[in-house]
């Protein structure tokens, strides 16, 4: 459910400021809101907390973070620690002086070397480039002994527009009266390299032609182009060995670099990155010459420790007021869970579907009854039910740090009891195979035995049945909140869909013969008045919703559907594995079968389960859009914010 939430004022002495905000931090209760947007009454005189320096620390963070980057990890986990612990209490002032110090003595040195490292990539990409270029045009060497007095370029062309070689050729004839090579050869997967080789007399024509064409020209420096391609290729490789030697010596002064400064620049880039998470909130703070005020929301059950936090603290000097929530204001009350611990685990489906407002049903405990049960009735095997509640046991113990997969296992636990409840009232564990064996066998109950393959019709009605009572418990969920916005029009129109479910129930029992012919009248009667309440509370969407009651009802059947091809398949595993003749052969066969059985079970189960509450359920009532509570706290694993401002 949603917990109660209170509206409250924090007012004690300016000079007190410090003690205050970490007195509410550390009670990490309070959900801040911005004073000076909510008391327009008493705004006159009243100003925003703005922290010294507040505007320092993001360009000293990027800058920090900057230095990270290019240095490699070093150092130890404790030993940051501990300088964190050193600079978390400092003042911002000191922070800012720290911080510049650190920038200024490491800083010239790193960009230095980045500087220098981003160009030897350059270099060495390039010399990749000319090397497997020199390599494509080495045939030509026999047929130009020498290049003195010839240019080399090399056009790069995407494959998709290598049409345009038929355009160079023929241009690159005309302008050098023949005197030219041209080849190409595949560079990538994608682009095509075209070497060409032409009397340097011609030069400024052929690249204006080129230019022209918007053609990439790649040109060979003159260093490996005016000597022959092998020594090229050597002169290559060398020079790639140098570049690649000097990176290796930057990377050593880099190693050097982050064993004196990394952990330093690591626990200061956190503090920093603290000190802006908190200044952001204190602009929400208020304060006039004598006094500071801190405004927001507390959950009822944590008023009373708060207020005594605050008076062991202060002695009076500190008051906390509290105030009722105005309707106007029932939008921004943030949104708390308080769930027993069963249902919690299910709030992790609810961010599938936002966060329900203030004013609303918490569908959070709903969702819990009714998912494991679509669950156990999709499932129904006793079998899969037990590796189900393994697989959740296995992930809550080995992922216990890992706080989405703690839900999820949780789901998966809580869901395999239905699933094996049904699986006993079914009569299935792995299909068929425990019947076979004399195991188990299905139970009959309400005069009806239920085996899912000869029972289909009653496990139809049945989901239908569910469908019905959820639809309508959604209805009613919705006219309540309603009531609670005090919206007449839409109470109206929840009372007469309610109406309307009800009618078309009672007609089908009395052509059904379930109840007495004299109700068929009644029930018509019955029908039309609530039609007509619904398309005039909600005009032509209300009788479009109609329509959509009725399909999100027989929605329910995928229950007994889904569920009826999970047991076919295991039916089929079981099957096919007792046909084949060799005994290994078989049980690999069943096994396999199984397993893609169970992973299904896991995973097609739990999203028909959702979609029904989102869709059919949901849709009924929940409006979301809520805003969760986030109160002003330490974060798990940061320390203490006592220091001077």
Known sequence: MIQKMKNVLVVGPKKDFDRIVDVLYHAGTVHLEEVTEFLPAEREGIQKVVPDHAGDLPPLQSSIEGLLQFLPGAGTQAHRGSLYDEMKVL????????????????????????????????????????????????????????????????????????????????????????????????????TIAVITVFNKRYSDTVHRFLFSKNINEVRIPVDYSNMPFDKAIIKIDDDRKEALAEQQRIDEQRGLLAEQWYDELYALHRVLSERIEENQAFNKFGQT?????????????????????????????????????????????????????????????MQLASVPKYYEVDPSPILAIFFPIFFGIIVGDVGYGLLILLVGLIIRFRYVATDWLQKISGILIISSFPAIFFGYLFGEFFGNFGETMGWITPITLFGITWNRIEAMVPLLVLTIAIGVFHVLLGLVIGVINSLIRKNRRHVCEKCGMIGVVVSLIMLLLVFLQLLPQALLIPSVIFLLITVMVVILAGGTIGAIEIVGTIGNILSYARLMAIGMASVILAMVANELGGSIGVLVVGIFIAVSLHALNLIIAMFSPSIHSVRLHIVEFYSKFFEGGGLPYQPFREPPGSGAISRKK
Request: hydrophobic share 35%.
């Open 289 to 349: 010459q004598y006094t500071v005020m801190i405004r927001g929301w507390i959950p009822d059950k944590y008023i009373r420790t708060t207020r005594e936090a605050l008076a062991k603290e202060f002695e009076g000097r500190v008051v906390m007021t509290e105030s009722d929530i105005p309707a106007s204001a029932m939008e921004r009350v943030p949104v708390f869970y308080d769930n027993p611990r069963w249902v919690r685990p299910f709030e992790f489906l």
């Open 91 to 190: 003042p911002t002032p000191e922070i800012v002086v720290r911080g510049n110090h650190l920038i200024e003595e490491v800083g010239h040195t790193t960009r230095s070397l980045e500087g220098r490292k981003r160009d030897l990539e350059i270099t060495i990409n390039g010399l990749n480039r000319y090397e497997k270029i020199i390599d494509k045009i080495q045939p030509l060497e026999q047929q130009l002994p020498t290049l003195h007095g010839y240019e080399v370029t090399v056009l790069i062309i995407q494959k998709e527009f290598e049409d345009i070689l038929a355009i160079i050729r023929p241009t690159m004839s005309e302008i050098t009266h023949d005197q030219f090579e041209m080849i190409s050869a595949e560079l990538d997967p994608e």
